[in-house]
């Protein structure tokens, strides 16, 4: 599988995760603080028919003021139905529950965008996909190469009680449109905005 496919829009591409690729982030906190957020796929399977197993182990670093380094571990599970997305890591080993999924959407979460109920940390957030406004696509850099990710932009439904286009909801995620492999491109929560830079 290529890494890197023809989306279905114009100009755009679907990015196929695979182990040893490593995924760059950028993260700008409230507080004004800016770092990356290094992501190692040591080991990528989303269609596992194992469901004990861990289809998902990614190394991450952090460049922050506090720094830190750890390893996490989502299941076949937590790929395909996990309506819980986790942010925040400790140093070391997070071992995620089944219901859990960090960086990517589960495939549940992904196909039912249109709306649907979902925990980001620990607070229970309504997400609906907005239509009507331009598909939110990131482009990123893969060696000297860069690409443009076809995306699809989720918020919380707050943002339908507000008539001016120009409201920015607290949460958003831009999500990669691909159901094997939801990536998640650019999220925006209250304490911070993370954006995928690079790959490699």
Request: glycine share 4%; net charge positive; with cysteine.
């Amino acid at each position: 599988m290529p890494k890197f496919q023809e989306g279905s829009r114009s100009k755009c591409h679907i990015y196929n995760p695979s182990a040893g690729d490593s995924l760059i982030y950028e993260v700008q906190m409230t507080t004004g603080e800016k770092y990356l957020f290094k992501v190692f796929l040591k080991h990528y399977d989303p269609f596992s028919e194992d469901s004990d197993d861990y289809c998902a182990i990614m190394d991450w670093i952090s460049t922050s003021a506090r720094g830190g380094n750890g390893t996490i571990y989502t299941t076949c599970e937590g790929l395909s139905e996990a309506v819980k997305f986790i942010n925040f890591f400790f140093p070391g080993i997070t071992m995620l529950k089944s219901n859990m999924s960090a960086i990517f959407l589960s495939r549940k979460a992904y196909n039912e965008r249109q709306e649907q109920t979902v925990y980001i940390d620990n607070t229970k957030i309504s997400l609906f996909e907005r239509m009507g406004i331009p598909h939110m696509d990131v482009v990123v850099k893969n060696k000297k190469k860069k690409y443009r990710l076809e995306a699809f932009q989720l918020t919380d439904n707050r943002s339908m009680n507000y008539a001016d286009p120009s409201y920015k909801s607290d949460y958003q995620l831009w999500v990669q449109a691909s159901t094997r492999s939801p990536l998640i491109v650019f999220m925006q929560l209250p304490e911070f905005k993370l954006k995928l830079l690079e790959i490699k």
